[in-house]
């Protein structure tokens, strides 16, 4: 197949930080996304919902004028989070999704949940008013291996939600093993993310040849098994499984540095991306349904009306691209990209 058009995705899982960085990263993602699940992580997390409307204003105000963008917002949970406030986060129009991270666990998580058992009434609350529960599925205690955090996190807390909180959507994000696949096939109310990353990339990518710091995300690339469980998830046409990047930018000062961040920034090219791992599996007619629909089916929103279409031509993205008085690395600019979204 040289040329392929499906509905309009949806972007499930995103970061485009915040300030001068948002006119740099946002048209990335509305070129191509109808719609983005907005992570709430920046400097001063979004923790209610007078901080995510004025966020989604200022996302808007960076969307090329002749582009149709819809940012669907996300509250980040802490410590204080009240029900009360999950109550107003459900009654606005404009808030999606909760999101938990454990403190510590990722970029700008330090203000994130340090006891997860005393948000019990807030997740019920959250039952109670439908409002999905988005989980950064990592354990951060230090005696734990990292490429073993995903799972001892299921295993030790997200079970025990799943188990009392049965009504309640939950999405594990940036799912990477497959632990989280079996899990989340196991349940109802439970869907996962998946991201181009971890689909196209094991941790080879991210230290063979020396260390990769453009591949270094959080959850870490897992071994050659759990990518084969993920790229059978994604194109098994199970509608618990579904697009998101988590494409996270960082300059290539913050990435290329002794303690470097962790994200990969996938925006310039997500569906082409995503394209070319279908395409790879003989799976090209499972590709709208994980892109378009099973995202806003779990969300509840309308499937989008609009299409795109991707033809089968090689280009290559530049070795940077400007981000805010910056510069940003795309994810595996060093080798040529087999699809290309139609102007």
Known sequence: MKEISIT?????????????????SV?????????????????????NVEMALAYRNRILDATPQNIMFDPLMTLYLTNKTSREGIKQASQSKHVHAAKLYPAGATTNSDKGVSKIDDLWPVFEQMEIEQL?????????????????????????????????FPELPIVL???????????????????ATLTPQHLLFNRN?????????????????????????LITAATSGDPKFFLGTDSAPHTKQ?????????????????????????DAEDALDKLEAFS????????????NKSTITLIKKEW???????????SIVPFRHEQALQWQIAD
């Not at 290559?316 to 910056?326: D, G, I, L």
Request: net charge negative; with cysteine; glycine share 4%.
């Open 27 to 47: 048209p990335f993602t509305a070129r191509q996304f109808k719609r983005a699940i907005i992570m709430p992580n920046l400097a001063k997390p979004v923790v």
């Open 205 to 229: 990518a991210l230290l063979v040849g020396g260390i990769q710091p453009h591949n270094y995300c959080l959850p870490i690339l897992k071994r050659e098994t759990h990518r084969e469980a």
């Open 254 to 278: 913050a990435k290329e540095n002794s303690c470097g961040c962790a994200g990969c920034f996938t925006a310039h090219a997500a569906m082409e991306l995503y394209t070319e791992i279908f």
């Open 316 to 326: 290559q993205a530049p070795k940077s691209y400007p981000f805010a008085e910056h």
């Open 292 to 303: 378009s629909f099973y995202g806003a089916d779990f969300y509840r929103l309308p499937r």
């Open 132 to 164: 999905p529960l988005l989980v950064h599925a990592e354990v951060t205690d230090t005696d734990i291996d990292i490429f073993d955090r995903e799972q001892v996190f299921i295993d030790l807390h997200l079970s025990s939600i799943r188990e009392a």
């Open 173 to 191: 994000e940036h799912a990477t093993t497959a632990q989280a696949v079996e899990f989340v096939k196991n349940y109802k109310h439970t869907a």
């Open 8 to 24: 309009q995705p949806d972007d499930w899982h995103l970061h485009v930080r915040d300030g001068a960085a948002l006119l740099s």
